[in-house]
């Protein structure tokens, strides 16, 4: 399966983004996905999972209460809304998949990383 990830762009801190990840070649319904996000000269962090059957969702503590994922199995898409975004939510933004029974938060759990899209929040 090969991910895409699109959506980002410039705004303004305290706008609004949502970031698609479209998966190709076949389903990811199979698959947990996360979302992470790396700025310039860091590491990449996660920001977001969700469980393959959407039922569960995690996020980092930076985001909570500002970001929400979802997945849309028809669509075979994956989202990222976020709300509030401040200058260090600045970040390339990439999806993985994940499968079942990984640990949610570790980089190493994740496989078919797509391309990232870029996400700058100017203050």
């Known amino acids: 399966v090969q991910l895409q990830a699109f959506g980002g762009g410039l705004v303004q801190a305290g706008d609004s983004l949502r970031l698609s990840c479209a998966a190709s070649g076949r389903t990811f319904a199979g698959y947990g996905v996360g979302w992470f996000r790396q700025a310039p000269g860091k590491e990449r962090d996660i920001v977001a999972s969700i469980s393959r059957s959407g039922m569960t969702t995690y996020y980092a503590d930076s985001v909570k209460g500002r970001f929400t994922i979802s997945r849309d199995s028809d669509k075979n898409t994956v989202y990222l809304e976020m709300n509030r975004l401040k200058p260090e939510d600045t970040a390339v933004y990439y999806c993985?998949?994940?499968?079942?029974?990984?640990?949610?938060?570790?980089?190493?759990?994740?496989?078919?990383w797509g391309q990232g899209t870029l996400v700058t929040v100017s203050s």
């Open positions: 993985a998949t994940r499968p079942a029974g990984t640990t949610w938060n570790n980089p190493e759990s994740y496989k078919n």
